[in-house]
Protein backbone atom coordinates (compact mmCIF):
# COMPACT_ATOMS: atom_id res chain seq x y z
CA UNK A 1 0.00 0.00 0.00
CA UNK A 2 0.88 3.39 -0.36
CA UNK A 3 0.96 5.67 2.10
CA UNK A 4 -0.25 9.29 1.39
CA UNK A 5 -1.83 12.86 2.93
CA UNK A 6 -5.51 12.58 3.92
CA UNK A 7 -7.95 14.41 1.69
CA UNK A 8 -9.09 17.21 3.99
CA UNK A 9 -5.06 17.92 4.18
CA UNK A 10 -4.53 17.99 0.30
CA UNK A 11 -7.31 20.15 -0.24
CA UNK A 12 -6.78 22.69 2.00
CA UNK A 13 -3.16 22.77 0.40
CA UNK A 14 -4.42 22.61 -3.16
CA UNK A 15 -4.32 25.17 -5.54
CA UNK A 16 -5.73 24.12 -8.77
CA UNK A 17 -8.69 22.07 -10.28
CA UNK A 18 -8.95 20.78 -13.49
CA UNK A 19 -12.49 20.46 -14.55
CA UNK A 20 -12.84 17.70 -17.19
CA UNK A 21 -16.19 16.47 -19.18
CA UNK A 22 -17.33 13.24 -19.05
CA UNK A 23 -15.61 12.60 -22.37
CA UNK A 24 -14.02 9.11 -22.82
CA UNK A 25 -12.19 10.35 -25.97
CA UNK A 26 -10.87 13.45 -24.13
CA UNK A 27 -10.64 11.92 -19.83
CA UNK A 28 -7.79 8.96 -20.48
CA UNK A 29 -5.32 11.64 -21.80
CA UNK A 30 -6.04 15.03 -20.12
CA UNK A 31 -6.01 13.30 -16.70
CA UNK A 32 -2.79 12.29 -16.63
CA UNK A 33 -1.44 15.42 -18.88
CA UNK A 34 -2.90 18.06 -16.01
CA UNK A 35 -1.51 16.20 -13.01
CA UNK A 36 1.87 15.66 -14.60
CA UNK A 37 1.21 19.46 -15.11
CA UNK A 38 0.59 20.36 -11.72
CA UNK A 39 -3.01 19.69 -11.36
CA UNK A 40 -4.15 19.07 -7.75
CA UNK A 41 -7.28 18.01 -8.47
CA UNK A 42 -9.24 16.47 -11.74
CA UNK A 43 -12.68 16.96 -11.58
CA UNK A 44 -15.27 15.18 -13.66
CA UNK A 45 -18.24 17.51 -14.33
CA UNK A 46 -21.27 15.14 -15.47
CA UNK A 47 -23.02 19.18 -16.07
CA UNK A 48 -20.95 20.14 -19.28
CA UNK A 49 -22.32 20.06 -22.54
CA UNK A 50 -19.63 17.63 -23.92
CA UNK A 51 -20.72 15.32 -20.94
CA UNK A 52 -22.18 12.11 -22.03
CA UNK A 53 -23.86 11.62 -18.05
CA UNK A 54 -24.02 7.22 -18.93
CA UNK A 55 -22.72 4.51 -17.33
CA UNK A 56 -19.16 5.50 -18.83
CA UNK A 57 -18.56 7.64 -16.51
CA UNK A 58 -17.51 5.23 -13.72
CA UNK A 59 -14.54 4.55 -16.67
CA UNK A 60 -13.86 8.05 -16.92
CA UNK A 61 -13.08 8.32 -13.35
CA UNK A 62 -11.33 5.33 -13.07
CA UNK A 63 -8.85 6.54 -15.49
CA UNK A 64 -8.62 9.61 -13.57
CA UNK A 65 -8.11 7.67 -10.45
CA UNK A 66 -5.09 5.85 -11.95
CA UNK A 67 -3.42 8.83 -12.83
CA UNK A 68 -3.92 10.61 -9.51
CA UNK A 69 -2.63 7.62 -7.83
CA UNK A 70 1.33 8.74 -9.72
CA UNK A 71 1.18 12.31 -7.86
CA UNK A 72 -1.04 11.79 -4.68
CA UNK A 73 -3.86 14.30 -6.72
CA UNK A 74 -7.28 14.35 -5.23
CA UNK A 75 -10.14 13.10 -7.63
CA UNK A 76 -13.46 14.80 -8.07
CA UNK A 77 -16.85 14.75 -9.34
CA UNK A 78 -19.56 17.41 -9.56
CA UNK A 79 -23.48 16.61 -10.76
CA UNK A 80 -25.57 14.57 -8.50
CA UNK A 81 -25.23 12.69 -4.94
CA UNK A 82 -26.54 9.48 -6.40
CA UNK A 83 -23.99 9.33 -9.16
CA UNK A 84 -21.38 10.75 -6.85
CA UNK A 85 -22.19 7.97 -4.28
CA UNK A 86 -21.06 5.19 -7.54
CA UNK A 87 -17.74 7.09 -8.36
CA UNK A 88 -15.85 7.43 -4.94
CA UNK A 89 -14.37 10.55 -5.92
CA UNK A 90 -12.14 12.18 -3.13
CA UNK A 91 -13.86 15.48 -3.88
CA UNK A 92 -17.65 15.96 -4.47
CA UNK A 93 -18.97 18.96 -5.90
CA UNK A 94 -23.11 19.05 -5.63
CA UNK A 95 -24.37 21.10 -9.12
CA UNK A 96 -27.93 22.09 -7.83
CA UNK A 97 -29.19 24.43 -4.85
CA UNK A 98 -31.55 21.42 -4.11
CA UNK A 99 -28.89 18.68 -3.31
CA UNK A 100 -28.56 18.31 0.69
CA UNK A 101 -24.67 18.07 1.60
CA UNK A 102 -26.47 16.75 5.20
CA UNK A 103 -28.19 14.21 3.32
CA UNK A 104 -25.66 13.05 0.78
CA UNK A 105 -23.21 12.48 3.83
CA UNK A 106 -24.19 8.83 4.50
CA UNK A 107 -24.14 7.88 0.97
CA UNK A 108 -20.99 9.69 0.29
CA UNK A 109 -19.19 8.97 3.75
CA UNK A 110 -17.06 10.30 6.38
CA UNK A 111 -14.45 11.19 4.06
CA UNK A 112 -15.67 12.86 0.62
CA UNK A 113 -15.18 16.89 0.76
CA UNK A 114 -18.48 17.89 -0.24
CA UNK A 115 -18.38 21.41 -2.42
CA UNK A 116 -21.04 23.72 -3.20
CA UNK A 117 -20.79 25.68 -6.53
CA UNK A 118 -21.98 29.53 -5.67
CA UNK A 119 -22.82 31.73 -7.79
CA UNK A 120 -24.62 34.30 -5.30
CA UNK A 121 -23.75 36.19 -1.87
CA UNK A 122 -26.21 33.84 -0.61
CA UNK A 123 -25.28 31.20 -1.93
CA UNK A 124 -21.88 31.46 -0.70
CA UNK A 125 -22.60 32.70 3.16
CA UNK A 126 -24.76 29.38 3.21
CA UNK A 127 -21.85 27.34 2.07
CA UNK A 128 -19.47 28.68 4.36
CA UNK A 129 -22.19 28.17 7.17
CA UNK A 130 -23.10 24.87 6.23
CA UNK A 131 -21.09 22.40 8.80
CA UNK A 132 -20.78 19.53 5.87
CA UNK A 133 -19.44 21.99 3.25
CA UNK A 134 -15.51 21.33 2.80
CA UNK A 135 -14.69 23.62 -0.23
CA UNK A 136 -16.24 25.97 -2.61
CA UNK A 137 -16.36 26.79 -6.35
CA UNK A 138 -16.87 30.32 -6.39
CA UNK A 139 -18.33 32.29 -10.13
CA UNK A 140 -18.40 33.42 -12.32
CA UNK A 141 -18.26 37.02 -11.30
CA UNK A 142 -15.86 39.73 -9.53
CA UNK A 143 -17.71 40.81 -6.94
CA UNK A 144 -18.59 36.75 -5.61
CA UNK A 145 -14.72 36.52 -6.15
CA UNK A 146 -14.49 40.08 -3.77
CA UNK A 147 -17.70 38.62 -1.17
CA UNK A 148 -15.80 34.98 -0.88
CA UNK A 149 -12.22 36.80 0.08
CA UNK A 150 -14.00 39.24 2.62
CA UNK A 151 -15.70 36.35 4.31
CA UNK A 152 -13.04 33.93 4.08
CA UNK A 153 -9.97 35.27 3.57
CA UNK A 154 -7.62 32.44 1.65
CA UNK A 155 -4.70 34.05 3.99
CA UNK A 156 -6.79 32.59 6.86
CA UNK A 157 -5.98 29.21 7.91
CA UNK A 158 -9.78 29.02 9.66
CA UNK A 159 -11.00 30.00 6.19
CA UNK A 160 -12.96 26.83 4.16
CA UNK A 161 -10.88 26.48 0.99
CA UNK A 162 -12.35 28.31 -2.16
CA UNK A 163 -11.70 28.37 -5.63
CA UNK A 164 -12.59 31.02 -8.28
CA UNK A 165 -14.30 29.42 -11.14
CA UNK A 166 -16.12 30.54 -14.56
CA UNK A 167 -13.62 30.89 -17.87
CA UNK A 168 -10.21 31.80 -16.13
CA UNK A 169 -7.70 31.58 -18.56
CA UNK A 170 -3.66 32.78 -18.18
CA UNK A 171 -4.81 36.42 -19.44
CA UNK A 172 -7.02 36.71 -16.86
CA UNK A 173 -5.89 34.72 -13.88
CA UNK A 174 -3.55 38.13 -12.29
CA UNK A 175 -7.20 39.88 -12.54
CA UNK A 176 -8.51 36.78 -10.70
CA UNK A 177 -5.46 36.80 -8.36
CA UNK A 178 -6.35 40.40 -7.35
CA UNK A 179 -10.03 39.81 -6.01
CA UNK A 180 -7.82 37.78 -3.13
CA UNK A 181 -8.13 34.21 -4.56
CA UNK A 182 -5.67 32.02 -4.36
CA UNK A 183 -6.81 28.91 -5.62
CA UNK A 184 -8.62 28.02 -9.16
CA UNK A 185 -10.68 25.64 -10.89
CA UNK A 186 -10.07 25.47 -14.77
CA UNK A 187 -11.93 24.20 -17.73
CA UNK A 188 -11.37 25.14 -21.13
CA UNK A 189 -8.19 26.86 -20.81
CA UNK A 190 -5.96 23.28 -20.42
CA UNK A 191 -8.79 21.21 -21.46
CA UNK A 192 -8.79 22.77 -24.96
CA UNK A 193 -5.24 23.86 -25.19
CA UNK A 194 -2.48 22.39 -27.90
CA UNK A 195 -0.09 21.06 -25.02
CA UNK A 196 -2.72 20.55 -21.31
CA UNK A 197 0.40 19.57 -19.02
CA UNK A 198 2.23 22.68 -19.93
CA UNK A 199 -1.31 24.60 -19.66
CA UNK A 200 -1.92 23.14 -16.45
CA UNK A 201 1.98 23.80 -15.65
CA UNK A 202 1.39 27.58 -15.88
CA UNK A 203 -1.44 27.99 -13.75
CA UNK A 204 0.13 25.52 -11.28
CA UNK A 205 3.42 27.99 -11.21
CA UNK A 206 1.78 31.18 -11.52
CA UNK A 207 -0.48 30.42 -8.79
CA UNK A 208 2.21 29.15 -6.48
CA UNK A 209 4.28 32.51 -7.04
CA UNK A 210 0.61 33.94 -5.26
CA UNK A 211 1.08 31.95 -2.75
CA UNK A 212 5.01 32.25 -1.95
CA UNK A 213 4.14 36.09 -2.04
CA UNK A 214 1.77 36.64 0.32
CA UNK A 215 3.29 35.63 4.09
CA UNK A 216 0.13 35.02 5.28
CA UNK A 217 -0.16 32.11 3.01
CA UNK A 218 2.43 29.71 5.52
CA UNK A 219 -0.02 29.52 8.45
CA UNK A 220 -2.49 27.97 5.66
CA UNK A 221 -0.04 25.62 4.76
CA UNK A 222 1.06 24.96 8.61
CA UNK A 223 -2.48 24.71 9.79
CA UNK A 224 -3.58 21.83 7.00
CA UNK A 225 -1.56 19.78 8.67
CA UNK A 226 -2.79 20.15 12.12
CA UNK A 227 -4.80 16.52 13.30
CA UNK A 228 -5.01 15.17 10.26
CA UNK A 229 -4.70 11.23 9.32
CA UNK A 230 -2.18 9.36 7.20
CA UNK A 231 -4.09 7.27 4.50
CA UNK A 232 -3.14 4.15 2.25
CA UNK A 233 -4.67 3.70 -0.84
CA UNK A 234 -7.10 0.27 -1.42
CA UNK A 235 -5.25 -1.73 -3.23
CA UNK A 236 -8.88 -3.24 -4.89
CA UNK A 237 -10.50 0.53 -5.62
CA UNK A 238 -7.70 3.09 -5.24
CA UNK A 239 -9.88 4.53 -2.45
CA UNK A 240 -8.19 6.76 0.35
CA UNK A 241 -8.49 4.35 3.45
CA UNK A 242 -7.54 6.20 7.53
CA UNK A 243 -4.71 4.60 8.93
CA UNK A 244 -3.86 4.60 12.94
CA UNK A 245 -0.82 7.01 11.92
CA UNK A 246 -1.05 10.56 12.90
CA UNK A 247 0.84 13.27 10.88
Sequence with gaps: MTALLGIATRLKLARLIHIV?????????LAPASYLGGADVV????TLPESYRDA???AQMAEIRIAARQSQG???YLGRPARAAELNADLVCLSEDRHD???ARPALGEWTQI???CNSAAEIDAA???AEVGFLLVGPGRDHLLHAAKAAPADDPASKPWFAVGGITLASLDAVLRTGAMRVAVGGAITHASDPEGAAQAFKERLRDAWNANPKMEAVTKAAFGGDVVLELDPNTGAPKP????L
Design 56 to 58: ASG
Design 115 to 117: GRR
Design 243 to 246: TDLS
Design 21 to 29: PDAPDLVPV
Design 43 to 46: MLDE
Design 128 to 130: LAD
Design 74 to 76: LTG
Design 101 to 103: PKK
